[in-house]
């Protein structure tokens, strides 16, 4: 995997992270005031400690175990705007970057919580304070921080974002915002997404797109784009969208059992259809209940993170990873703090080639077949008893022992 304008940049691990709250010496956890909505990996706090913020249970400090030599570490702002596990998985891999690199930084990161006057007192506090660089997690963050802070005196790098062309926030991908914004991007080109599900499935009939209709810039850059594709080509496009998240369980299961037997009309054993997840939180963790419903027809996702071991898993994965996104984001972060780089002239980040995941038991399932270009391209691969046995492009550790 090559990362976009990151030249020597070091593989992102497809592994599935293991996210864990605050613990005690002893084991005991720690049910600390952020947990609900800020988590890392057991092999982040090998390097940082957590500190609560007194009376505030939306926002912590980030600071190094071990403090590194030379100038005032950097005061990095990390705006969050709610809780997610795609979040979790990003600020876990920023961290891990940030330490490898022996990067003297501390953090605060805050849940704005997607309220103006609570961001209007993070922008006040950044200036005041003389922070160096805000890091904008997902779309939502990067959004109000585009329209509030565009211009503004401090860098902003954005991660666990959408498309920022397809959002309007950039003029194009190969150049830089002009602004006080360097732009990573969770997007693959529809173009190449579409060549891999046209290898897939060469004779296409249906494709049944999930989206959470709250949620903007996957709807606008995930979700349109694939049903607007799909219908010029002559693919029946079906739009399933969530109205509710907090019932989405429940809504899935109606709109999948809705979608199979519009499907079975053109195709009864459903050898041409598929199922294609977006990166609305909403909607993926909910794999278990598009799995129960979707009967035959494929499951392929955006997210690579939910291709997993057993049954709760996609099919295909053509995306990129939440992690994979984290890294470059914190690859820009870093060269903007070292000076190495000026924020406005990079260009939006987008990993190439994307990650790839495939799931041979959920191959079988769907009595499906997986073209040798998309095996030979895939990252991870679970065998069809669900056993991890390629990750990160190279045989698991459990094949070479």
């Keep these: 995997m090559a990362l976009a304008a990151a030249a020597g940049a070091e ?16 084991g005991e956890k720690d049910e600390a005031p952020y947990h609900a909505w800020f988590k890392v990996t057991a092999a982040t706090r090998d390097h940082w400690r957590l500190v609560a913020a007194p009376g505030n249970p939306l926002e912590l400090r980030v600071l190094p175990k071990e403090a590194t030599s030379g100038a005032r570490p950097k005061k990095i702002m990390v705006v969050y705007p709610r809780p997610s596990s ?3 998985v990003a600020i876990s891999k920023m961290l891990s970057v ?3 690199k022996l990067l003297a930084v501390e953090l605060t990161v805050i849940n704005f919580q997607n309220e103006d006057e609570r961001g209007r007192l993070i922008l006040k506090r950044v200036e005041d304070e003389q922070f160096d660089l805000i890091l904008a997690m997902g779309s939502e963050s990067t959004a109000w921080l585009w329209e509030h802070y565009r211009g503004g005196r ?10 920022p062309v397809l959002l309007g926030q950039a003029a194009a991908y190969d150049r830089g915002s002009g602004s006080n914004f360097a732009f990573t991007s969770l997007n693959v080109p529809i173009d190449v997404q579409m060549a891999y599900v046209a290898a897939l499935k060469p004779q296409l009939k ?8 709250a949620n903007v810039s996957a709807m606008e850059t995930q979700a349109r784009p694939v049903l607007e594709y799909a219908k010029a080509r002559g693919v029946s496009a079906l739009e399933l969208t969530v109205r509710d998240p907090a019932n989405a369980k429940a809504e899935l299961a109606q709109l999948i059992k809705g ?8 195709d009864p054993i459903l050898a041409s259809s598929i199922f294609w997840v977006t990166g609305s939180t909403a909607v ?3 794999i278990a209940t598009i799995n129960a419903h979707a009967d035959r027809a494929a499951v392929l996702s955006v997210v690579p993170d939910i291709v997993r071991g057993g049954g709760d898993s996609a099919m295909l994965s053509i995306g990129i990873s939440f992690e994979s996104n984290a890294q470059l984001a914190a690859l820009y972060a870093s060269d903007v703090l070292t000076g190495r780089s000026e924020v406005g002239q990079i260009k939006v980040g987008v990993v190439t080639p994307p990650d790839m995941s495939i799931n041979f038991q959920k191959v079988r399932e769907a009595g499906a077949s997986i073209p040798l270009s998309i095996f030979a391209a895939a990252g991870t691969i679970y065998d ?3 056993n991890l046995v390629r990750v990160d492009g190279k045989a698991s550790a459990r094949l070479s022992q």
């Design 86 to 88: 795609a979040y979790d």
């Design 154 to 163: 401090l860098p902003v790098v954005t991660v666990c974002s959408k498309d």
């Design 98 to 100: 940030f330490a490898n």
């Design 11 to 26: 593989a992102a691990p497809q592994g599935q992270a293991v996210l864990q709250t605050q613990s005690q010496p002893g």
């Design 206 to 213: 249906s494709i049944a797109v999930i989206a959470d209709g």
């Design 259 to 266: 979608a199979v037997e519009r499907m079975k009309v053109a």
């Design 284 to 286: 993926f963790r909910e």
């Design 384 to 386: 069809y008893e669900g």
